[in-house]
DNA sequence: TCCACATTGTGAAAGAATTCACAATGTGGT
DNA sequence: ACCACATTGTGAATTCTTTCACAATGTGGA
């Protein structure tokens, strides 16, 4: 059973996680391929490859166990209590930092980075802002795996230099520059820019016809 | 020559364009398809079928023209100044209207809206917070094509419904809510859970090898 | 003006992802 | 215990996307 997943189905995987985590606020039990179109974009014989590339999780003529079925995608997904950083203490560092969505999926963000001498030793909301000069000795004393960098385009070069020369094995990236990083680093990068041509384009067509 | 246009296609375009204004910004005058691969991680011969959809806008031997295909793209793409509101003014919704980037894109937010009294009435750096209630009639009376929506989770399908009643054509969505819509109002999702459980993923396979 | 060179634009080939369709199998009612 | 039914899991067919490879064509130097 060597076969290699396709990068389509690990996009997808979260959002099945995140479908279960609603169905079993709802005290939902069991659910099936089909149910899922109600709150996700994708076929049901789409779900059910997907899954099928990481074991047998149903029941045949009843569906998934919501419980079970969330449970062995976390798993799979690697949902295991990561912490992490965010670097940048600005207006998406800060609401970055406040959100709450990062319980559900077990993630804690241990400290914020910045070089803004006025905020540096302040907290946000219980946790510390310190200075991003310490940030290389500490991503390795405290074994943080990846970053959520949140800093001014302009300075984004200049702190992947840093986190090249540490041993960070991913960034998530919410400056809209383009990072350049040895492929032993994986970057997945947030964009509203580019979302928000993709919707300009929408328009544009819906305009036409 | 009516040839339908891939979706993949049109998640690249906008990326074109920010390459190429980062080499205007740098006085660069002609670039070739490989050049591209410097700054964004696709290969040559996509981004010349990429552009091949729309038309011909290279020169053989040469490359192209930055300054003249980044006008062509923004052409294609429909940035010609748009304008949006902002549904929340909670940290990201005040993150977004702080933004500096809109201006890029020709982007104008023209006002927030909140359902906290505290807040409406005041401003967000020059940008007016309005009463939710209210919001339907301004975006009929200001014609806005597409709302960003940054408003907690709990109350998305309250902010859904209002919009559903207007007659909005798209939304840029924050929250971690699938949202159900009629095919009329297209979706574009933007969800930070769902990129970190990829990079939680990421991490659990190259901790394996 | 000519020619060696570079790069585009594009059919055709290869590769990936989605959808179909149905055998396999568990369910739940009688 | 049986059977009509529902839904999974999965090869095979289809559709979509990327990559190849090369003719077409403009460039720039001699």
New interface residues.
């Given amino acids: 059973m060597k076969m290699t997943i396709p990068e389509s189905t690990?996009?997808r995987?979260?959002?099945y996680?995140?479908?279960l985590e609603y169905l079993d606020e709802g005290k939902v039990l069991f659910v099936t391929s089909r149910d899922f179109e109600?709150?996700?974009?994708v076929n049901p014989s789409i779900i059910r490859k997907d899954l099928s590339y990481f074991g047998e999780f149903g029941v045949r003529g009843k569906g998934y166990s919501v419980t079970g079925l969330k449970q062995e995608l976390e798993k799979?997904?690697?949902?295991?209590g990561?912490r992490t950083i965010i670097i940048g203490a600005g207006?998406?560092g800060?609401?970055?930092t406040?959100?709450k969505?990062?319980d559900?999926?077990k993630?804690k963000i241990n400290a914020v980075f910045d070089n803004d001498e006025r905020k540096i030793g302040s907290m946000i909301n219980t946790i510390p802002v310190l200075d991003i000069k310490t940030m290389k000795a500490y991503v390795e004393s405290e074994n943080i795996?990846?970053v959520i960098m949140a800093v001014p385009?302009s300075i984004a070069d200049l702190v992947v230099d840093q986190l090249i020369d540490s041993d960070i094995?991913?960034i998530?990236n919410f400056t809209?520059k383009?990072l350049?990083v040895p492929k032993?680093i994986?970057v997945?990068s947030?964009n509203?820019?580019?979302?928000?041509?993709?919707?300009?384009?929408?328009?544009?067509k819906?305009r036409m016809k």
């Fill in positions: 690990i996009h995987m979260p959002q996680i995140k479908v109600t709150h996700i974009d799979i997904m690697g949902l295991t990561h207006n998406i800060k609401a970055l406040n959100y969505g990062f559900n999926i993630l795996e990846f385009s094995k991913g998530i809209s383009f350049s032993r994986k997945i947030i509203i820019d580019t979302k928000i041509m993709e919707m300009f384009y929408f328009l544009k819906s």
